[in-house]
């Protein structure tokens, strides 16, 4: 796989958490400008809702213009300056689609999950993660597809081998009603590729209930909770 040139920024916007969310994605925005990594990148920005039109419109958008990747950063996270360095750098690793990990929001402690499944298919914890991972990326079957990089490759092979759409809310092959990034990946599934996800990469996902509590291995996200 060529380095990403150019990359496709989608944004799907939500009404929380967006004065956290801006200066988050300022100090990203400055660390990818100031490694080099791309000459040049695009917002392409949707309301989130209906979340799965928006991530289709995002990513036709983007193979439209000729991006070679698009790197999804939903408006209702936080995430460290060296998001989308990270992201930029696994993509150019040969990873086709790697993502972080997703903190979801809840009261209950117990009730927090990482929105990620182990190639088992169970729910990961970041124990299994970082005792799964190799060369400091793990491999799963799935991860949350706000907080992700996904290369033009595997949009093309999807819209080859399977035909339209890339994203929905509904499986009309399972006849189950899912989340826009299950349909996803379980497409991805389908065509063996494969996904993969940095244990220590970590975006505190703003709810209705607010942020995620900061935990001790997320002391860089404290300055952007005060």
């Not at 949707?46 to 999804?72: C, F, H, K, N």
């Not at 150019?92 to 209950?108: E, H, S």
């Not at 990469?201 to 209705?208: E, G, I, N, T």
């Amino acid at each position: 796989m060529k380095p990403i040139e150019s990359l496709g920024i989608g944004l799907l916007y939500y009404n929380k958490g967006l004065q956290h969310f801006e200066r988050a994605l300022f100090d990203a925005m400055q660390a990818l400008k100031a490694s080099g990594l791309i000459s040049h990148g695009e917002f392409i920005v949707r309301d989130g809702a209906p979340v799965d039109y928006a991530r289709e419109t995002i990513t036709a958008q983007a193979m439209a213009s000729g991006l070679d990747a698009v790197v999804w950063l939903d408006t209702d996270l936080i995430f460290p300056r060296d998001s989308l360095v990270k992201l930029v750098s696994m993509s150019n690793a040969g990873y086709p689609i790697a993502a972080g990990l997703y903190r979801r929001a809840t009261y209950d402690a117990a009730g927090q999950h990482l929105l990620t499944r182990m190639v088992s298919g169970q729910w990961a914890t970041l124990e299994d993660l970082r005792a799964n991972a190799q060369g400091g990326v793990t491999k799963v079957a799935m991860s949350a597809g706000g907080f992700s990089i996904v290369r033009r490759e595997v949009y093309e092979m999807m819209r080859e081998k399977l035909g339209p759409p890339w994203y929905c809310v509904y499986d009309f092959q399972q006849g189950d009603w899912c989340f826009e990034d299950t349909f996803f990946y379980r497409r991805v599934a389908k065509l063996g590729i494969p996904v993969h996800v940095d244990p220590e990469l970590h975006a505190v996902h703003w709810s209705k209930f607010g942020p995620v509590p900061v935990t001790p291995d997320q002391p860089e996200m404290v300055e952007l909770l005060r």
